[in-house]
């Protein structure tokens, strides 16, 4: 079948190719008044029939346009365009494979300016920051949603999990007309909004509305995408509805309604399903992620609203129950440094939890100068759980050392409470304002939970050790942050200076009482100190800073310096003597350079240090005895990690070309980094504490490359290759010896996709991932492991209203132990045949269509060599129906 694809994908091409004729045609780009280049200006050409986009590029420092690419056509019409400035067009005959229309003139007429873009809108626009494609511009399938848009524009990549990067940056942030549209979830906008009603997508640096409104330059390792609604679909009713029923009970449920009236908007959402998607979905396909087995509800709502001319409101909320059941087992391979041991587990567990959430969202804006948000949320999250397991642990001789089993309940309730204020005051004009910030958090946690477990420990003391337990929580965390920045312009709108100072404080209250169960009562009522504790954990930050900036139109650096008052303070009303306070002050320091060399290329560099302290279980000397078979004592004397970073990033893509390459390369430095120390006695019974190690390091490196060829105005070839690389140099103890490792891991992966304008799109890939692993003790052996995956997506969409697409994967894992499954194959299918005026969907899915799942997997570490497989969704089939409705 493979064969087959390949074969025909290659006559294809060929036809294509033997039916399409090279075109080139370039030209410069002037002013008419004063003769100066214009860059980034868009010139594209479209086809006379149908004003299909055939090609587009951006015009360089010089005003140097080079359009390139082969066509069928014989004529085409040519579009120019540049905020400010007339659109020039005109009809190109391609009687000749080179065509250099010279110096063309572009008048500044802003009277006909706003008609003529309004008729002739350019499929890429740069203007300073800001980069937007103009959907109508880029084809998609029958009814398209904006992720299969977002998969058309150069330089976007969308990953199986809906995760979006824009040349190597990761998109934090989707809005849809300058607002967030429906929780944190970016896939609940890119996979439910259709793409007709999208006008223009713009992407802009991650900024929060504090620094929009105050002019900073924000995240510029972060991408925000806002989807821009046709006017005439900015007041309607749209949305869709869907079910499925399935083989072994399998089914879903999903409906959402949107109603828009220009700022008011409001959408309602709700869905159900048992096929691990925890998450809100119409089940476009099947995934293969997810261990176990769950079943999920959703309901939620989101409401947009200006209240006033300036002031906006947004509120949300939304409410999911998951209920999972899971089966895992593990064998793994423990390694000291004289011997090896084996410990092999079976675990059930099931779980039953209820999460409900609630933000809102208030932007008040006072005069043109002050700026107010705030932002308050709630969640309440109720879980019951169930876990039953056991574990025996082996010697290098297959002796039995210790062995024990056990079985949980628990109930636990959360309460969170977070707030958030921000005000933001310019003043004049050349870049002064004052920031300021509170936010403060309150969160209590409830839980109650028995346990019954049976621990035996052989050898020359045997020992064992049975409990049954009633434990009773009761947590409480409470947080308050302040943050005040003044911003100075000692030139103005180019050199600043901030005065800083961020405060924090955090406190934790932790009581847990811990009753044996009382035979004589029958009732657990006999109190356990050992298994109880009561204390309050204290964290006080104060730190002030000064930053220092410096703009110019292409680049930006600044550097910022700040000290750390550190007070930890942990109180034990159980154990008084192990009440602890430490004092740390410190130093931290971040830098940021960033040069852009032209709308198309950027890089990007930085430094810091961080100041990380030690976590409450680590310096806390409490002997915590809970698990029979690991005691863990915290290190009082322990120190906080400063942490160097290191990051330099270059990225470029060219429009003219279609081919964009990125890369960066990070460095991170560690003193006093906190690890555990173990001891194991002969029994394998371990006893854990901290320590501070120097020396450990890690450098991480990527780079990618990829290009599109436009093979034809219907066709498009699109190949990527990419490198990921790193080597980590840890410190670490086993069984009290202190040893080095060096792990070095190696990705490379190759994808195509080519794309024939509604016929099909067919997309292999493949990665290679090799790990290996070095000790500097001679017991302890080098480790490689290799693991091979290949992809191929595969979608048809003839005849006419029918769409058949493929997922099919391959992982073959040749290391993993004797008893698990080394390799499969993972095949999902859709079928979907649309009707009603494409409105209705009908589909077919087939989840693993060759029954070969499986999560098998191999974990390494310094440590151990883990083999785990857990319990997941085995082959099903499914048919759907979905509907589409609107009325704009």
């Given at each position: 079948?493979?064969?087959?694809?390949?074969?025909?994908?290659?006559?294809?091409?060929?036809?294509?190719?033997?039916?399409?004729?090279?075109?080139?045609?370039?030209?410069?780009?002037?002013?008419?008044?004063?003769?100066?280049?214009?860059?980034?200006?868009?010139?594209?050409?479209?086809?006379?029939?149908?004003?299909?986009?055939?090609?587009?590029?951006?015009?360089?420092?010089?005003?140097?346009?080079?359009?390139?690419?082969?066509?069928?056509?014989?004529?085409?019409?040519?579009?120019?365009?540049?905020?400010?400035?007339?659109?020039?067009?005109?009809t190109i005959n391609l009687d000749q494979e080179s065509i250099n229309l010279n110096t063309?003139?572009?008048?500044?007429?802003?009277?006909?300016?706003?008609?003529?873009?309004?008729?002739?809108?350019?499929?890429?626009?740069?203007?300073?920051?800001?980069?937007?494609?103009?959907?109508?511009?880029?084809?998609?399938?029958?009814?398209?949603?904006?992720?299969?848009?977002?998969?058309?524009?150069?330089?976007?990549?969308?990953?199986?999990?809906?995760?979006?990067?824009?040349?190597?940056?990761e998109v934090d942030n989707v809005l849809v007309n300058g607002k967030p549209f429906f929780s944190n979830d970016p896939t609940i906008t890119t996979r439910h909004l259709s793409k007709e009603i999208i006008d223009n997508i713009q992407i802009t640096d991650t900024k929060t509305k504090s620094e929009a409104f105050a002019g900073d330059e924000?995240?510029?390792?972060?991408?925000?995408?806002?989807?821009?609604?046709?006017?005439?679909?900015?007041?309607?009713?749209?949305?869709?509805?869907?079910?499925?029923?399935?083989?072994?009970?399998?089914?879903?449920?999903?409906?959402?309604?949107?109603?828009?009236?220009?700022?008011?908007?409001?959408?309602?959402?709700?869905?159900?399903?048992?096929?691990?998607?925890?998450?809100?979905?119409?089940?476009?396909?099947?995934?293969?992620?997810g261990q176990g087995i769950t079943v999920s509800q959703n309901y939620g709502a989101n409401y947009i609203d200006k209240l006033r001319k300036k002031d906006d409101i947004a509120a949300h909320y939304f409410f999911s129950n998951s209920r999972s059941e899971n089966e895992n087992t593990i064998q793994q391979e423990n390694i000291l440094p004289d011997s090896r041991y084996t410990t092999n587990s079976n675990t059930k567990s099931y779980s039953d939890g209820d999460n409900h959430s609630t933000r809102l969202g208030f932007n008040i804006k006072v005069d043109s100068t002050l700026l107010i948000n705030i932002n308050p949320s709630f969640n309440f999250i109720k879980n019951k759980t169930?876990?039953?397991?056991?574990?025996?642990?082996?010697?290098?001789?297959s002796t039995l050392t210790n062995q024990s089993s056990s079985s949980l309940f628990s109930e636990t309730s959360n309460k969170n409470f977070n707030n958030r204020l921000d005000v933001t005051k310019r003043f004049g004009k050349n870049g002064a304002y004052f920031r300021f910030n509170i936010s403060n958090k309150h969160e209590t946690s409830k839980s109650k939970a028995y346990l019954n477990s049976e621990t035996?420990?052989?050898?020359?003391?045997?020992?064992?050790?049975?409990?049954?337990?009633?434990?009773?929580?009761?947590?409480?965390?409470?947080?308050?942050?302040?943050?005040?920045?003044?911003?100075?312009?000692?030139m103005a709108k180019a050199l600043f200076l901030d005065f800083k100072f961020n405060y924090m404080r955090d406190t934790q209250e932790n009581t847990k009482s811990t009753y044996n169960f009382n035979p004589d009562t029958q009732d657990f009522t006999l109190f356990d100190e050992d298994l109880s504790t009561d204390f309050e954990y204290i964290n006080t930050r104060s730190t002030p800073a000064l930053r220092l900036t410096y703009k110019k139109e292409k680049w930006s650096v600044s550097s910022e310096t700040g000290y750390v008052f550190r007070?930890?303070?942990?109180?034990?009303?159980?154990?008084?003597?192990?009440?602890?306070?430490?004092?740390?002050?410190?130093?931290?320091?971040?830098?940021?350079?960033?040069?852009?060399?032209?709308?198309?290329?950027?890089?990007?560099?930085s430094y810091g240090i961080n100041n990380i302290p030690p976590q409450l279980s680590q310096l806390n000397p409490f002997q915590d005895v809970s698990d029979p078979l690991n005691t863990i004592t915290g290190n009082p004397n322990l120190k906080p990690t400063n942490n160097h970073s290191l990051y330099f990033g270059y990225s470029t893509f060219h429009f003219q070309k279609r081919r964009g390459f990125f890369s960066h390369i990070s460095a991170n430095l560690s003193s006093n980094q906190v690890v555990t120390k173990t001891t194991?006695?002969?029994?394998?019974?371990?006893?854990?504490?901290?320590?501070?190690?120097?020396?450990?390091?890690?450098?991480?490196?990527?780079?990618?490359?990829?290009?599109?060829?436009?093979?034809?105005?219907?066709?498009?070839?699109?190949?990527?290759?990419?490198?990921?690389?790193?080597?980590?140099?840890?410190?670490?103890?086993?069984?009290?010896?202190?040893?080095?490792?060096?792990?070095?891991?190696?990705?490379?992966?190759?994808?195509?996709?080519?794309?024939?304008?509604?016929?099909?799109?067919?997309?292999?890939?493949?990665?290679?991932?090799?790990?290996?692993?070095?000790?500097?003790?001679?017991?302890?052996?080098?480790?490689?492991?290799?693991?091979?995956?290949?992809?191929?997506?595969?979608t048809t969409f003839v005849p006419k209203r029918l769409e058949w697409r493929h997922v099919i994967s391959f992982n073959y894992n040749p290391n993993v132990a004797e008893g698990f499954q080394k390799s499969a194959w993972f095949w999902n299918t859709i079928l979907a045949y649309s009707m009603f005026k494409d409105q209705g969907t009908l589909s077919l899915k087939v989840y693993d269509l060759l029954n070969q799942n499986t999560d098998a997997r191999r974990i390494a570490t310094q440590n151990y060599i883990r083999d785990s497989q857990s319990k997941i969704l085995k082959q099903y089939f499914m048919l759907s129906f979905s509907w589409k409705f609107n009325d704009f």
């Open positions: 079948m493979k064969n087959c694809f390949f074969v025909f994908a290659m006559l294809c091409l060929t036809v294509s190719y033997a039916q399409t004729k090279p075109f080139k045609i370039s030209g410069v780009l002037i002013t008419e008044t004063d003769k100066i280049p214009l860059e980034a200006a868009t010139a594209h050409l479209e086809r006379i029939k149908d004003s299909a986009l055939v090609t587009y590029t951006i015009s360089d420092k010089n005003g140097q346009f080079n359009l390139e690419g082969k066509t069928a056509e014989r004529r085409l019409n040519l579009y120019i365009s540049y905020v400010g400035y007339q659109t020039h067009y005109q063309i003139n572009l008048k500044t007429d802003l009277n006909a300016l706003e008609e003529i873009l309004i008729k002739f809108t350019p499929p890429v626009t740069i203007k300073k920051d800001t980069l937007k494609f103009n959907a109508s511009s880029f084809k998609t399938k029958k009814n398209a949603n904006v992720e299969d848009l977002l998969k058309q524009l150069p330089g976007v990549d969308v990953n199986d999990a809906g995760k979006i990067t824009i040349n190597g940056k924000g995240a510029k390792e972060k991408k925000t995408v806002n989807l821009v609604i046709k006017e005439e679909n900015n007041n309607g009713v749209f949305g869709q509805v869907a079910a499925g029923a399935g083989t072994h009970e399998r089914y879903e449920l999903a409906g959402m309604l949107n109603l828009f009236d220009n700022d008011r908007r409001l959408s309602v959402l709700a869905g159900g399903n048992n096929i691990n998607s925890p998450g809100f979905s119409f089940g476009g396909g099947p995934t293969s992620d169930e876990t039953s397991g056991s574990q025996t642990s082996r010697n290098e001789a035996a420990i052989f050898g020359t003391n045997p020992e064992t050790i049975n409990r049954n337990l009633f434990t009773d929580g009761d947590q409480k965390s409470k947080e308050l942050r302040t943050y005040a920045s003044f911003r100075w312009p000692l007070t930890l303070e942990n109180n034990d009303f159980l154990r008084p003597l192990l009440s602890l306070k430490r004092d740390f002050k410190t130093l931290e320091l971040r830098s940021n350079f960033h040069y852009q060399f032209n709308p198309k290329s950027y890089v990007s560099a194991i006695d002969d029994n394998f019974v371990r006893n854990t504490s901290y320590a501070n190690v120097n020396g450990g390091y890690r450098l991480n490196a990527s780079s990618s490359y990829n290009k599109t060829i436009k093979v034809d105005s219907l066709k498009t070839l699109k190949y990527s290759v990419g490198l990921s690389a790193s080597t980590n140099r840890a410190v670490n103890f086993n069984n009290a010896v202190q040893y080095v490792s060096n792990n070095t891991a190696l990705t490379p992966h190759v994808g195509i996709t080519f794309d024939w304008d509604a016929i099909m799109r067919i997309t292999p890939n493949y990665r290679l991932s090799f790990n290996k692993t070095t000790f500097d003790l001679d017991n302890f052996k080098d480790q490689e492991f290799i693991n091979h995956s290949v992809g191929l997506q595969i």
